[in-house]
């Protein structure tokens, strides 16, 4: 059970992330080679199909991108170093890092290169180890398979009368809102303009890196001039 409410800045945060994630998956289904990019699910079952089709260049394709999501998921922890979310930690510096992966993305796949998509995939394993629970609750952006199980858990559980948390309910709402939006909009915005839909969720990480990484050296100045 979460004991507080939820803060605003995680809602807020947690919503823009996952819109991102779904914005850049629904991208990589429309994109080059039409699969998945911010969950390996779709990914790994391709790998296993192809090996087992003997199709040697799909599934070094499809096993380059559970590389690269995996890579970023290790380089994110290396940073990061702690899984539970708080205040302090050098979520700015991943964010902007992020970003950086998604611009040159988005460059790579104008030039019809698809080491675009392995960057992209890269981009989310970042995001995704960035913070994995906050109070108990596990925080996933990029997928939602586990996000869609504990919420039929918990309409299981009202309906058999049992307690709900309605807290981590609300949590676990809000990331799976923000992927639904992040993916209309993503594939609305491939149909109009194409992998320039990509400078969006980029532009978007990029911001919310520096704006976090501002307010964290702002509260941190702050503490220091108190003592």
């Excluded at 605003?8 to 992330?17: C, M, N, Q, R, V």
């Excluded at 994109?31 to 070094?60: C, K, V, W, Y």
């Amino acid at each position: 059970m979460l004991s507080k409410p939820v803060p605003a800045w995680i809602l807020f945060g947690g919503f823009t992330l996952a819109a991102v994630a779904g914005s850049i998956n629904a991208v990589g289904f429309l994109g080059l080679n039409h699969q998945a990019l911010a969950h390996m699910s779709g990914p790994l079952t391709i790998l296993s199909n192809e090996i087992a089709r003997g199709d040697g260049t799909l599934a070094f394709n499809a096993f380059l991108l559970i590389a690269s999501f995996f890579t970023g998921c290790v380089l994110s922890a290396v940073i990061v170093r702690q899984g539970a979310l708080k205040l302090g930690r050098r979520y700015g510096f991943v964010l902007i890092l992020e970003a950086g992966c998604l611009f040159t993305a988005w460059w790579l796949l104008e030039q019809n290169n698809s080491g675009g998509e392995f960057l992209a995939a890269f981009a989310c394993g970042i995001q995704n180890a960035m913070a994995s629970s906050y109070s108990g609750a596990v925080i996933r952006t990029t997928h939602m398979t586990g996000i869609i199980t504990d919420l039929g858990i918990a309409l299981g559980h009202a309906v058999r009368g049992e307690s709900v948390d309605r807290r981590r309910a609300g949590l676990y709402t809000v990331l799976l809102a923000g992927f639904f939006f992040g993916g209309i909009c993503g594939s609305y915005g491939f149909i109009k303009i194409g992998f320039n839909t990509l400078l969006v969720p980029a532009t978007a990480v990029g911001l919310a890196g520096l704006s976090y990484t501002l307010v964290d050296y702002a509260r941190k100045q702050s503490a220091q001039s108190d003592d």
